[in-house]
T-cell receptor, first 115, second 113 residues
Framework: DTGVSQDPRHKITKRGQNVTFRCDPI?????LYWYRQTLGQGPEFLTY????????KSRLLSDRFSAERPKGSFSTLEIQRTEQGDSAMYLC?????????????FGPGTRLLVL | GDSVTQMEGPVTLSEEAFLTINCTYT??????LFWYVQYPGEGLQLLLK?????DKGSNKGFEATYRKETTSFHLEKGSVQVSDSAVYFC????????????FGRGTSLIVHP
């Protein structure tokens, strides 16, 4: 059973640089979610896909953030012109959309530090 | 909007002590309720869930009952182990036609031998 994987696990960058994260969901899951988590907080929703369609984005997601899920498989999250406030753990989760109480399967996260 | 409130941590217990982590929620309609656990260095994983009022979710000795009248979903375990040390997140989803979950801030549990 291969779970959700994320790459890289850690990223250190300088302010103003662009970064891209990858998420590989569980293969049969058609929903994929991105979250941001800061210290002492729960995951904060950023965006989600059903197959290749991006269905919803959080109002908190600035124009510097973009996500794609080509072909409905893996997904990428890009942050342009990073700022120190972008430092956080970025979590990816996938789920099989079958019922109201769908379980989310999380990856280990990518920890971003913007200097 | 929907919200989840958890008791603040850290909760510090000795091994074999009784655990309660409180969770209350505000939501429209009838959400599904979840407890997720995050061990150090790992992603969140589902611990248990309940999809309708009066349902009890249980797993690994943990239990939580969906109480609609008090809008609560408190997590309990009769005898904790050192290996239960982790951060526990209460969450809800499925309100207003949206399946996007809302998470609480998490409660850190530390169990001493």
């Amino acid at each position: 059973d291969t779970g959700v994987s994320q790459d890289p696990r850690h990223k250190i960058t300088k302010r103003g640089q662009n970064v891209t994260f990858r998420c590989d969901p569980i293969s049969e899951h058609n929903r994929l979610y991105w979250y941001r988590q800061t210290l002492g907080q729960g995951p904060e929703f950023l965006t989600y896909f059903q197959n290749e369609a991006q269905l919803e984005k959080s109002r908190l997601l600035s124009d510097r953030f973009s996500a794609e899920r080509p072909k409905g498989s893996f997904s990428t999250l890009e942050i342009q012109r990073t700022e120190q406030g972008d430092s956080a753990m970025y979590l990816c989760a996938s789920s099989p959309w079958t019922e109201k109480g769908e379980t989310q399967y999380f990856g280990p996260g990518t920890r971003l530090l913007v200097l | 909007g929907d919200s989840v409130t958890q008791m603040e941590g850290p909760v510090t217990l000795s091994e074999e002590a009784f655990l309660t982590i409180n969770c209350t929620y505000t939501a429209t309609g009838y959400p599904s309720l979840f407890w997720y656990v995050q061990y150090p260095g790992e992603g969140l994983q589902l611990l248990l869930k309940a999809t309708k009022a009066d349902d009890k979710g249980s797993n690994k000795g943990f239990e939580a009952t969906y109480r609609k009248e008090t809008t609560s979903f408190h997590l309990e375990k009769g005898s904790v182990q050192v290996s239960d040390s982790a951060v526990y997140f209460c969450a809800l989803s499925g309100t207003g036609g949206s399946y996007i979950p809302t998470f609480g801030r998490g409660t850190s549990l530390i169990v001493h031998p």
